[in-house]
């Protein structure tokens, strides 16, 4: 995007999609194959993005964020995609507005920032949480699954011994 699109600045972002859980990457690996993507496509800002959370390290968590020589970057899955460019611009228009414009009330900014990372470190904390959940109610119906065939064995047992004892039947 150039100064005079929607956005009002100059930015080009770089996007890297990830697709396997295999292996989390975490900050430091992230940040260096952002760096190399960025200084390789000339961009001031770029995205990690992978399929899931299950892909990002935890010093990532659902959503993390970072800086390099060439500028800013963001790491998430893509259900936070539409926040990681929205951060992206938000933060390259603050650099370009301090540089040019001492008025700015950095301050406020900065309270509102912080409160957008509190957050998003809060959704990281609910989705791990969740994904806690999610285990143990699949070990909890795993068991129920167990009882469940326990009992139809039982009825079955049950009903060959009254067999057995009423030849009538």
């Not at 390789?40 to 959503?63: M, P, Q, T, V």
């Not at 969740?130 to 143990?136: A, F, I, S, V």
Request: aromatic share 6%; hydrophobic share 35%.
């Amino acid at each position: 995007l150039t100064s005079n699109s929607v956005v009002g600045i100059d930015i080009t972002i770089i996007l890297e999609a990830r697709n396997r859980e295999s292996q989390r990457w975490g900050r430091t690996k992230i940040s260096r194959h952002l760096e190399s993507a960025m200084a390789r496509y000339e961009a001031n800002c770029a995205i990690f993005l992978s399929h899931s959370n299950r892909g990002l390290g935890k010093d990532i968590g659902d959503f993390g964020q970072g800086e390099c020589q060439y500028g800013f970057w963001v790491a998430t899955h893509h259900d936070m995609i539409n926040i990681a460019i929205q951060v992206l611009i938000l933060r390259q228009q603050l650099t370009s507005q301090q540089t040019f414009n001492s008025q700015i009330d950095g301050t406020a900014i900065e309270f509102q920032v912080q409160q957008i990372e509190s957050s998003l470190k809060h959704i990281t904390q609910i989705n791990t949480y969740l994904t806690e959940t999610e285990k143990n109610s699949e070990g909890i119906r795993e068991q129920a699954k167990a009882l469940r065939k326990e009992i139809r064995s039982s009825l079955e047992r049950i009903t060959q011994a009254i067999s057995k004892s009423n030849p009538q039947a």
